[in-house]
């Protein structure tokens, strides 16, 4: 495997913010998911943040943030931002939103800007690994840094 960092559409937003980021490639393994990624960096699961594209009834996009190792409950996060439900997209539609493979999605230099909720409990960790918009590639980095950058709105969401 190369060592060598993937020009993604992620990686050129970082650069271009000149964010702090680590890079992480992995053997990435079909429906293998954050198990598979914290197991392959030797990191816990807690700390590796999926990026789940889902939509509100009226088919609007969003990005949430999410600890590996939980669930996302649509029924408090359709509360919480006065909606009446959402439901994550088809893997096809996510990759029309985001602009990426479902597996590699990162929540940075995404094709349609979209709002991103981030569970709040993310940043009481010291360092996080989220896509960086490739199968098999994670980018460390400060919670912070994907609040400066992406501006998410912080929600309490976990199931």
Do not use: W
């Amino acid at each position: 495997m190369a060592d060598k960092t993937p020009v993604t559409a992620a990686v050129r937003v970082l650069r271009q913010y000149r964010a702090a980021f680590t890079d992480h490639l992995y053997e990435y393994e079909e429906k293998g998911g954050t198990a598979v990624s914290s197991r392959e960096l030797g990191v816990e699961e807690h700390a590796v943040i999926k990026t789940l594209v889902m939509e509100d009834e009226s088919r609007r996009p969003l990005v949430v943030l999410m600890h590996g190792d939980r669930e996302v409950s649509t029924r408090n996060l359709a509360r919480h931002i006065g909606v009446k439900t959402i439901t994550p997209c088809s893997p096809e539609t996510a990759n029309r939103h985001s602009g990426y493979t479902v597996g590699g999605t990162s929540p940075f230099g995404t094709r349609k800007a979209m709002p991103v909720y981030m569970e709040s409990s993310i940043l009481d960790l010291p360092k996080i690994y989220i896509n960086g918009g490739k199968r098999g590639y994670l980018i460390g980095m400060a919670p912070q840094v994907v609040v400066d950058i992406l501006k998410p709105e912080l929600v309490s969401a976990a199931a």
